[in-house]
């Protein structure tokens, strides 16, 4: 289309054409077999990406030397022949739908699986750990070196036969080769230490060991950590420098950043921008016009993505996570869909959480299927049917819009004037926006359906139930602050000239607190909504800000992402921080904590926040199971007012909604065939 030409012009790279310029980056997923081979809904999450218009599809990175060189809890393996049919059928499916296809050969050094290395010590350049607190790794010899060399280049030879159009050599992020590379990890005195020719040695081998297994015609791709942001590690201006060793047998240089030890800028936290790294790219590709270069970045917008590409930025936009939420980002932007664009909301729950953190198969907030998508649409139902959702957030909007679309008559209810719940009243921080980004998504999406009625400023009543007579009701009412019977607590939080308030008081009224400095803040709760708080206060110029938590630790049920960047704002912002410690008593302008050796200290504020968690809220929710019980009626309740979570539990108990369908059609069913026996022995 012509709004966003740059996106859709082909590219040509040696012998192979992309049909645009956004590519899927390679992102572990932990749906592999534990053998390392595929599985139907391995290849089928692969398949709608490459079905939504992806211009090239990088699979995620395959071992190619087991088990020391294998990472994640499970992974895809190409260290031997006995891959290659599985490979065959991933390449297949993609080039059906004119995607062409990459695979990233890797080899995770200290980085590896420690459990199915049996015991074995992990390898690396020298003896530092990959990430702090690791076990540490033994250096490399010279000749184990050149083993891993030729399984490179074995690796890559197998990917060729295999059919993949591009193969890419991972040397960044705190993988074998970014051991090498980076002077944090390298501490050798040997050809393979000290001086960034000898750092970048093992790199140069590997790729000149690919290009000579692969040939003269076959694209090459390089992914590495442009700048290391760590003290001590490479800079931008190193990374490029070290590049001139090797990048003579590279096609496509992929810009990406970080290492282990500040993932919030590998696996992008929230609040950084569309496209933020492209200003690395932009460098590279000053230095190495004649390459291919990619960014990646938190790229959501394709206004941005555009700009981008238009600015000669970059040659390519490598989007992860959001082809994750949105595998049809391509043809959605193609066809003028824009505003039906789920886009990815950076929060690195159910991807990099799942996956690093928890051992997890990825998931995706705001995606509730990954391997199937749109499939249910293709199965509407066959009797007329009713659905009452009450409570307009994300997980009663993704109910009501998913039982509209496979046709069932909705009416959503919402007290509030506007939609999108806790969601929606998070997203106010200026560093959760992107949230509004899903509640923008569902709203416009619930606005293409005729059979979806929403009410505003309506707080629904048990009459309105015997009005509409519905054979399904959804109970999405959400949740509301925990304030426990503390001392002093709601008596202050009654007394309008108060200075302590709840979330909801901050959220609610945001105009009223813009004042930042000079502020002594003291936040009571150190949770997600709690560190919330900090940051906002932290990053704004108050005096000081101080946080209580009774756990032992801040962020305890944080993504791994989001807990890494709020440690990082409570270390550079000085916040005081008081944890295993008690608040026991809540005055006007101090709280009274007992500390963890019993000692009692009194904390004074200009402005006090309780943030101790949310809890369900379903006042309405024995009546409805009561009238379901009598009138036949299906009775489902979902999100935070079955239990105060995350949005994505919300949002895949929302999908949920199709199986509860499928019981009502059922029953209607029974119920038809039964009055029809009836009438058969009348007659």
């Not at 190409?78 to 296809?101: C, R, S």
């Not at 993505?305 to 082809?323: H, K, S």
């Not at 002093?488 to 200075?499: P, T």
């Not at 909801?504 to 813009?514: R, V």
Request: hydrophobic fraction near 40%; aromatic fraction near 8%.
């Amino acid at each position: 289309m012509d709004k966003y030409q740059a996106i859709f012009e082909p590219l040509t790279i040696r012998r192979l054409t992309l049909k645009n310029r956004v590519i899927m980056p390679p992102m572990g997923t932990n749906f592999a077999n534990m053998d390392g081979t595929f599985n139907k809904e391995h290849l089928s999450y692969y398949e709608q990406r490459a079905k939504g218009g992806t211009g090239m599809i990088t699979l995620e990175n395959v071992c190619v030397d087991y088990p020391m060189g294998t990472n994640g809890t499970s992974q895809l393996r190409i260290d031997n022949d006995q891959y290659i049919p599985g490979l065959w059928k991933f390449n297949e499916t993609m080039h059906a739908y004119g995607a062409a296809t990459s695979v990233q050969i890797n080899h995770a050094g200290a980085s590896a699986y420690g459990l199915r290395l049996n015991g074995v010590q992990a390898v690396s350049s020298s003896n530092v750990p990959s990430k702090t607190g690791n076990p540490a790794p033994r250096p490399l010899t010279e000749e184990e070196i050149y083993t891993i060399i030729d399984k490179y280049a074995e690796a890559a030879a197998r990917a060729q036969k295999a059919g993949f159009d591009c193969v890419e050599i991972h040397a960044g992020h705190s993988y074998l080769l970014s051991q090498f590379l980076s002077p944090l990890y390298n501490k050798r005195t040997d050809q393979f230490g000290g001086t960034a020719e000898n750092r970048a040695r093992f790199a140069k081998l590997a790729v000149e060991a690919v290009r000579k297994a692969v040939g003269p015609f076959f694209p090459i791709s390089l992914r590495f950590s442009a700048d290391e942001l760590l003290k001590g590690g490479n800079t931008l201006e190193d990374s490029i420098d070290i590049l001139n060793y090797f990048v003579d047998d590279v096609d496509i240089l992929n810009v990406s950043a970080a290492l282990n030890d500040n993932l919030q800028y590998q696996i992008d936290k929230m609040n950084l921008e569309d496209g933020w790294r492209s200003y690395m790219a932009k460098a590279v590709k000053e230095r190495y016009p004649e390459k291919i270069i990619v960014t990646s970045g938190n790229i959501r917008s394709p206004k941005r993505a555009a700009e981008i590409l238009e600015n000669g930025d970059a040659d390519l936009l490598a989007m992860g996570r959001g082809l994750i939420a949105e595998p049809n980002w391509i043809s959605k932007v193609e066809s003028g869909q824009e505003h039906l664009l789920r886009k990815c909301i950076s929060c690195n729950i159910g991807c990099a959480d799942h996956r690093i953190n928890k051992s997890r198969p990825i998931r995706c907030t705001i995606n509730p299927d990954l391997y199937y998508e749109d499939q249910y649409k293709e199965q509407p139902i066959e009797n007329p049917m009713k659905m009452v959702v009450i409570g307009g957030g994300t997980a009663g909007l993704e109910a009501a819009a998913t039982a509209a679309e496979i046709g069932v008559e909705v009416e959503l209810y919402e007290q509030k004037s506007y939609l999108g719940g806790l969601g929606h009243e998070i997203a106010r921080f200026p560093d959760k926006k992107r949230i509004d980004d899903f509640i923008i998504y569902l709203k416009n999406r619930c606005a293409e359906l005729d059979n979806l009625t929403i009410h505003l400023n309506h707080r629904f009543t048990m009459e309105d139930i015997h009005g509409s007579n519905p054979d399904v009701i959804v109970n999405a009412t959400g949740a509301t602050p925990l304030l426990p019977p503390i001392n002093g607590l709601h008596e202050v939080l009654a007394d309008e000239s108060r200075q302590v308030f709840s979330i909801f008081d901050l959220l609610n009224n945001m105009d009223n607190f813009q004042e930042f400095e000079g502020k002594e803040v003291v936040v009571i709760g150190g949770g997600a909504v709690g560190l919330d708080v900090v940051e906002y206060y932290a990053e704004r110029g108050a005096k000081k800000v101080s946080i209580v938590e009774m756990q032992p630790e801040l962020g305890k049920d944080l993504d791994l992402i989001t807990k890494l960047a709020m440690m990082e704002i409570v270390r550079d912002y000085d916040v005081q921080v008081y944890t295993s410690t008690k608040l026991t008593q809540v005055s006007k302008d101090h709280f009274t904590v007992e500390l963890p050796n019993g000692e009692i200290k009194e904390l004074f504020f200009d402005l006090g926040f309780v943030c101790l968690g949310m809890r369900a809220e379903a006042p309405l929710l024995p009546e409805l199971q009561q009238y379901a019980l009598e009138n036949e009626t299906e009775l489902v309740n979902i999100g935070d007012s079955k239990v105060a979570r995350r949005i994505m539990e919300g949002t895949r108990e929302a999908r949920d909604i199709l199986k509860t369908i499928e019981k009502a059609e059922r029953r209607m069913s029974r119920s038809s065939a039964a009055n029809k026996e009836q009438t058969f022995h009348v007659v």
